[in-house]
T-cell receptor, first 117, second 111 residues
Framework: GAVVSQHPSRVICKSGTSVKIECRSL??????MFWYRQFPKQSLMLMAT?????????EQGVEKDKFLINHASLTLSTLTVTSAHPEDSSFYIC?????????????FGPGTRLTVL | GQSLEQPSEVTAVEGAIVQINCTYQ??????LSWYQQHDGGAPTFLSY??LDGLEETGRFSSFLSRSDSYGYLLLQELQMKDSASYFC????????????WGLGTSLAVNP
């Protein structure tokens, strides 16, 4: 149980285009979903926290107009990287906590590797 | 601010025991988690300590001392497949219970 999927797993796009990444909890309802980015050999950096039906809470330094988050249901959150540039190339990972489980455990999706040319 | 410190690299041999330490700042601290991440993969949950003491799960154990703002992950009977990055992450009280992550410890297990 507690499976989280992400789509796509890998995307290559041209500079200036927008990219949407989906995060789904497959077998549980997610109280909260988190979006991270991770550069090679570095730690996870929390970008934002989202709850179903409410606005996402962005971490300091993360541009909310550039990284649009929509949490449409208890099983789906999307991250849209708008007008992507090469410096946005990174590994984007989502995680979720279960409405029926301990809030300390986050279940992670497999990640999306974004390359902006 | 809130931050966690852990060693950047550890090397060990198969069958050995390794301890990865983590110190954290206390403001609003709720509990300490440990995650494992293999290259190119997503983090996977290993353990969580909210109370002082040792939690054992198979070959892995985790310890917390709230008075010392310190915890560790103990890996026993190391196997080659344990080569990965290990992150401590602190759960802080407040909205959404977000995790604050350490920078990670890269563990290399050699034959």
């Amino acid at each position: 149980g507690a499976v989280v999927s992400q789509h796509p797993s890998r995307v290559i796009c041209k500079s200036g285009t927008s990219v949407k990444i989906e995060c789904r909890s497959l077998d549980f309802q997610a109280t909260t979903m988190f979006w991270y980015r991770q550069f090679p050999k570095q730690s996870l950096m929390l970008m934002a926290t989202s709850n179903e039906g409410s606005k996402a809470t962005y971490e300091q330094g993360v541009e909310k107009d550039k990284f649009l988050i929509n949490h449409a249901s208890l099983t789906l959150s999307t991250l849209t990287v708008t007008s992507a540039h090469p410096e946005d190339s990174s590994f984007y990972i989502c995680s979720a906590t279960s409405a029926g489980g301990p809030s300390n455990e986050q279940f992670f999706g497999p990640g999306t590797r974004l390359t902006v040319l | 601010g809130q931050s966690l410190e852990q060693p950047s690299e550890v090397t060990a041999v198969e069958g050995a025991i390794v301890q990865i330490n983590c110190t954290y700042q206390t403001s609003g601290f709720y509990g300490l988690s440990w995650y494992q991440q293999h290259d190119g993969g997503a983090p996977t949950f290993l353990s969580y300590n909210a109370l002082d003491g040792l939690e054992e799960t198979g070959r892995f154990s985790s310890f917390l001392s709230r008075s010392d703002s310190y915890g560790y992950l103990l890996l026993q009977e190391l196997q080659m497949k344990d080569s990965a990055s290990y992150f401590c992450a602190a759960l802080y009280a407040g909205n959404n219970r977000k995790l604050i992550w350490g920078l990670g410890t890269s563990l290399a297990v050699n034959p």
